[in-house]
Antibody, heavy 118, light 115 residues
Framework: EVQLVESGGALVQPGGSLRLSCAAS????????MHWFRQAPGKGPVWVSR????????YYADSVKGRFTISRDNAGNTLYLQMNSLRVEDTAMYYCARTLTRGVVDFWGQGTMVTVSS | DIVMTQNTLSSPVTLGQPASISCKSS???????????LSWLQQRPGQPPRLLIYKISNRFSGVPDRFSGSGAGTDFTLKISRVEAEDVGVYYC????????????FGQGTKLEIK
């Protein structure tokens, strides 16, 4: 069974940093491109970042470029999102998700909540 | 940037009746490889999004056959043939054709309520 379990969400002050993790199991993690999405309370999902299966190619939404870094540990089956210079508008539930094939995102984790507030 | 626009269901849907949700994109979603990367996702209250349909009309594993997708170019539709109580939630269309230039973008969501 495919499982994606996010952790690391917390309450943090503006300008602070946080690292999110996503533990993957039930599938060959190293064979799949992975994503981070986020969803602010009462809003729709928004794509944040994507990383290739080997970790060599990364993409970011303009809103997080230069502040967030996606990475992965294929030996440990874990996806990461390092978030720096956090802003109030980064407050959201953060989900990791798997790419089945090009353009198809098939499984999402349960999410971890990040709140940026003073 | 591509803008995805969904309709609003005007009233709760009666159990067992059909429901139709539309999604329009501001640009064609046909990729240079010939595929159209338009998906439909369901989000039940308190749950993460769940993939229902991918590439316009392909039903994902485990999705009941009362869900179907259709459309082409810029206009797409998700149909539920007979609404059930477990279908309550918000439905999103999502495009992935314009990645990486425009990321993956979602419609604003359509809420399905049952009466």
């Amino acid at each position: 069974e495919v499982q994606l379990v996010e952790s690391g969400g917390a309450l943090v002050q503006p300008g602070g940093s946080l690292r999110l993790s996503c533990a993957a199991s039930g599938f060959g993690f190293s064979n799949y491109w992975m994503h981070w999405f986020r969803q602010a309370p009462g809003k729709g999902p928004v794509w944040v970042s994507r990383i290739s299966d080997a970790g060599s190619d990364t993409y970011y939404a303009d809103s997080v470029k230069g502040r967030f870094t996606i990475s992965r540990d294929n030996a440990g089956n874990t996806l990461y999102l390092q978030m720096n210079s956090l802003r109030v508008e980064d407050t959201a539930m953060y989900y990791c998700a798997r790419t089945l094939t090009r353009g198809v995102v098939d499984f999402w984790g349960q999410g971890t909540m990040v709140t940026v507030s003073s | 940037d591509i803008v995805m626009t969904q309709n609003t269901l005007s009233s709760p849907v009666t159990l067992g009746q059909p429901a139709s949700i539309s999604c329009k994109s501001s640009q064609s979603l046909v990729h240079s490889d010939g595929n159209t990367y338009l998906s439909w996702l369901q989000q039940r209250p308190g749950q993460p999004p769940r993939l229902l349909i991918y590439k316009i009309s392909n039903r994902f594993s485990g999705v009941p056959d009362r869900f179907s997708g259709s459309g082409a170019g810029t206009d797409f539709t998700l149909k539920i043939s007979r609404v059930e109580a477990e279908d309550v939630g918000v439905y999103y269309c999502m495009q992935a054709t314009q990645f990486p230039q425009a990321g993956y973008t979602f419609g604003q969501g359509t809420k399905l309520e049952i009466k």
